[in-house]
């Protein structure tokens, strides 16, 4: 099942990120709509892992049940920031000592490698890989994992960053820095789809994979 909610539930992920707890009924009165399609929305949310239900006794009868954001509903509901985004990126793009800009570009990443790294399992190459192929998978960004002369290859089918890349591919190096951290293994951007290839390939560098142990 996808992990990005569908049009007609990021309203209720934009109710419940104001911060409190709310039941079916509550939520139906807030949005307009009928106590079936809230409950239907909510399933669809919690079977993605966006939301979550409690249950709240009040007085001497049936507990009811309340809903709210889950840790990742609240980072897709706030996911909505690409102009942000872009906006920052020039900023560092203007910095023009490369060791502060690429300095930057590494602590960064590093954020990232903190949110991403408890998702990277597995113990070669090929299976961390994997797991960061089902991550952005999970975003609706498709990733591949193939074998070229005995060794992995990340295939990247459509750009994360696509509008910041267009703008300026110093992202291209930031994504590599991320990738390679939480696989743990040197990388190089072999393709790119700036260059006008079909999609973005990262294999294992050369003195890297001099140093992966031989296959049984």
């Known amino acids: 099942m996808s992990a990005v909610p569908v049009s007609s539930d990021t309203a209720i992920l ?29 399933n669809r949310l919690m079977a993605q892992g966006f939301v979550e239900r409690h249950a709240a006794i009040e007085g001497r009868g049936r507990p009811s049940h309340q809903y709210s954001l889950t840790s990742l509903g609240r980072r897709q509901a706030g996911a909505n920031f690409g102009d942000l985004a872009m906006a920052l990126w020039r900023e560092i793009r203007q910095i023009k000592d490369a060791e502060v800009r690429r300095g930057l570009l590494q602590r960064i990443a590093g954020q990232l490698v903190t949110l991403y790294a408890d998702q990277i399992h597995g113990n070669t190459t090929e299976e961390k890989m994997a797991s960061l192929a089902r991550i952005f998978e999970k975003r609706q960004i498709p990733f591949a994992v193939e074998t070229a002369e005995d060794l992995p290859v990340l295939t990247a089918l459509a750009c994360p960053y696509h509008d910041l890349a267009e703008e300026d591919r110093s992202v291209c190096a930031m ?42």
């Not at 999609?199 to 890297?208: G, K, L, P, R």
């Open 175 to 216: 994504e590599k820095m991320l990738f390679a951290e939480l696989i743990g293994e040197d990388l190089k951007l072999t393709q790119c789809r700036l260059d006008g290839a079909s999609c973005c390939t990262f294999e294992v560098s050369d003195n890297a994979a001099n140093s992966l142990p031989s296959p049984a």
């Open 14 to 42: 934009d109710v419940l990120r104001r911060g409190r707890a709310l039941s079916i009924s509550q939520l139906s009165d807030v949005m307009g709509v009928t106590a079936t399609a809230v409950r239907q929305r909510l």
